[in-house]
């Protein structure tokens, strides 16, 4: 089984910047996406990377704020979010597919979450 842990959310004010990291024990050729979820509302596709890193999908609400990517010496994935924004806030949760897709339920291997609090 493919185990994913994400850590590095937190707190921070509107307009700061977080990493959060996605260890693997077994990317393998896996993309790995990353997927959000605020209380009350569905989970909802952020940006997904190919194991390669040569593709890249980035959801229309973060795109120019958020940057993916991976270092695969390590199963590390990476997002590097900017410009944060209150509704930004929710669980983030890595996960990992056999396609690049932005499609939830393609996506067989799930984190358990960490928390982002964005604050105004």
């Known amino acids: 089984q493919v185990q994913l842990v994400e850590s590095g959310g937190g707190l921070v004010q509107a307009g700061g910047s977080l990493r959060l990291s996605c260890a693997s024990s077994a990317f393998a050729t896996y993309t790995t996406g990353w997927f959000r979820q605020a209380p009350g509302k569905e989970r909802e596709f952020v940006v997904a990377?190919?194991?390669?890193?040569?593709?890249?999908v980035y959801a229309d609400s973060v795109k120019g704020r958020f940057t993916i990517s991976r270092d695969n010496a390590v199963n590390t994935v990476y997002l590097q979010m900017n410009s944060l924004k209150p509704e930004d806030t929710a669980v983030y949760y890595c996960?990992?597919?056999?396609?690049?897709?932005?499609?939830?339920?393609?996506?067989?291997?799930w984190g358990q979450g960490t928390q982002v609090t964005v604050s105004s």
């Open positions: 990377i190919s194991w390669s890193g040569d593709r890249t």
């Open positions: 996960a990992a597919s056999v396609y690049v897709t932005m499609r939830r339920e393609q996506y067989d291997y």
